[in-house]
T-cell receptor
């Protein structure tokens, strides 16, 4: 158990809908990352938050947004869903943003868009 | 350019044997971290081992060791005494320290599917 909690574990929804994925980081970790894993794209970095503020943005679509709340949990909002958004979405956390810290991943949220 | 290259899409090893999974990386930063993760078929991403760019010795964690060759920009994972439960996808990743907006993110390779047979 990495200590990073993601909900829901599985989600099936229709095209055009909106979903929210939730992440609770490990106790004491201030930095949260979101990654998308699909067969064709591999592991893609979406966005990073540190102590409530956005720190880095990767290949995140405009239809997607995220935030980190004062209690450090984070949510990834996916809207106007398309079939191609079907993927495994990971949340990860680490203590800080500097490079030497280990990054621990949650178990992922499997999203299927039908 | 690819930050992390894993050239072996699949590897096979017999139980109790050792196996090396290859990883090369590309960075011009002097300070970085190298990671290996294991992803079983159930999907979770499990941290295995970490090597810092300034670490003098190769990292070891139980049956896992990281063969770090800085000049060659190589960070191969060695699994000793393979077990059936080691069958999984293995990802090499790098984290740069001193880049501005990319500070903290992990760059992943495409992974190597390891199959351990009895």
């Amino acid at each position: 158990d990495s200590g990073v909690t993601q909900t829901p574990k599985h989600l099936i929804t229709a095209t055009g809908q909106r979903v929210t994925l939730r992440c609770s980081p490990r106790s004491g970790d201030l930095s949260v990352y979101w990654y998308q894993q699909s067969l064709d794209q591999g592991l893609q970095f979406l966005i990073q938050y540190y102590n409530g503020e956005e720190r880095a943005k990767g290949n995140i679509l405009e239809r997607f947004s995220a935030q980190q709340f004062p209690d450090l949990h984070s949510e990834l909002n996916l809207s106007s869903l398309e079939l191609g958004d079907s993927a495994l979405y990971f949340c990860a956390s680490s203590v800080g943003t500097w490079g030497e810290n280990t990054i621990y991943f949650g178990e992922g949220s499997w999203l299927t868009v039908v | 350019a690819q930050k992390i290259t894993q050239t072996q899409p699949g590897m096979f090893v017999q139980e109790k044997e050792a196996v090396t999974l290859d990883c090369t990386y590309d960075t011009s930063d002097p300070s970085y971290g190298l990671f290996w993760y294991k992803q079983p078929s159930s999907g979770e991403m499990i941290f295995l081992i970490y090597q810092g760019s300034y670490d003098q010795q190769n990292a070891t964690e139980g049956r896992y060791s990281l063969n770090f060759q800085k000049a060659r920009k190589s960070a191969n994972l060695v699994i000793s005494a393979s077990q059936l439960g080691d069958s999984a996808m293995y990802f090499c990743a790098m984290r740069e320290v001193d880049r501005g907006s990319t500070l903290g993110r992990l760059y992943f390779g495409r992974g190597t599917q390891l199959t351990v047979w009895p």
